[in-house]
T-cell receptor, first 111, second 115 residues
Framework: LAKTTQPISMDSYEGQEVNITCSHN???????ITWYQQFPSQGPRFIIQ???TKVTNEVASLFIPADRKSSTLSLPRVSLSDTAVYYC????????????FGPGTRLSVLP | DTGVSQDPRHKITKRGQNVTFRCDPI?????LYWYRQTLGQGPEFLTY????????KSRLLSDRFSAERPKGSFSTLEIQRTEQGDSAMYLC?????????????FGNGTRLTVT
């Protein structure tokens, strides 16, 4: 069971790039890295998933170094609406008791 | 894609009463999951269905909790003899079968308050 560690909270300003790093020292060979975003009173929303190197979509980029012991979610030019909790998860299956949501990183974007 | 729908959005009940929540997944998704979330914590896995078969249950799921997915479509989660500790947000999610790393699509949850 890969455990993840990420900052409890971060502050940023509108228009800045935000990087949230997640540590997962015990990641297994078959594990993927997945990030979710959650707004108050809503369920989590899938943002991005990767296995190695770099993945980019219309919302974010995910950087994974060669040793895969950490990953960084990058949000370009954040706005107030990006204020949310961001969860980093690691696992070979995207479900079940071994796919564990930690407390996440609470990102506050300030004007 | 109308998303995952949960009903009701809010439920207030007295301790000892039974409650039932409903989840309608995305129509083509054959996997359905229930999670529980308390304030300041991430969601905790409760149980998982593939079609109508309940394949995994968390050790958190006491015998007061039961979930069904009778025809492989919608699902219900029932809590019997509710306790104040059951107060939480109950989230349902679904995913498309096939790849084990298919992302989960969550509903907006049912918030349960036990008084």
């Amino acid at each position: 069971l890969a455990k993840t560690t990420q900052p409890i909270s971060m502050d940023s300003y509108e228009g800045q790039e935000v990087n949230i790093t997640c540590s997962h020292n015990n990641i297994a060979t078959n594990d993927y890295i997945t990030w979710y975003q959650q707004f108050p009173s809503q369920g989590p929303r899938f943002i991005i998933q990767g296995y190695k190197t770099k993945v980019t979509n219309e919302v974010a980029s995910l950087f994974i170094p060669a040793d895969r012991k950490s990953s960084t979610l990058s949000l370009p030019r954040v706005s107030l609406s990006d204020t949310a909790v961001y969860y980093c998860l690691v696992g070979s299956d995207n479900y079940g008791q071994n796919f564990v949501f930690g407390p996440g990183t609470r990102l506050s974007v300030l004007p | 894609d109308t998303g995952v729908s949960q009903d009701p959005r809010h439920k207030i009940t007295k301790r000892g009463q039974n409650v039932t929540f409903r989840c309608d997944p995305i129509s083509e998704h054959n996997r359905l999951y229930w999670y529980r979330q308390t304030l300041g914590q991430g969601p905790e896995f409760l149980t998982y269905f593939q079609n109508e078969a309940q394949l995994e249950k968390s050790r958190l799921l006491s015998d007061r909790f039961s979930a069904e997915r009778p025809k492989g479509s919608f699902s219900t989660l029932e809590i019997q003899r509710t306790e104040q500790g059951d107060s939480a947000m109950y989230l349902c999610a679904s995913s498309l079968g096939g790849a084990r790393n298919s992302p989960l699509h969550f509903g907006n949850g049912t918030r349960l308050t036990v008084t």
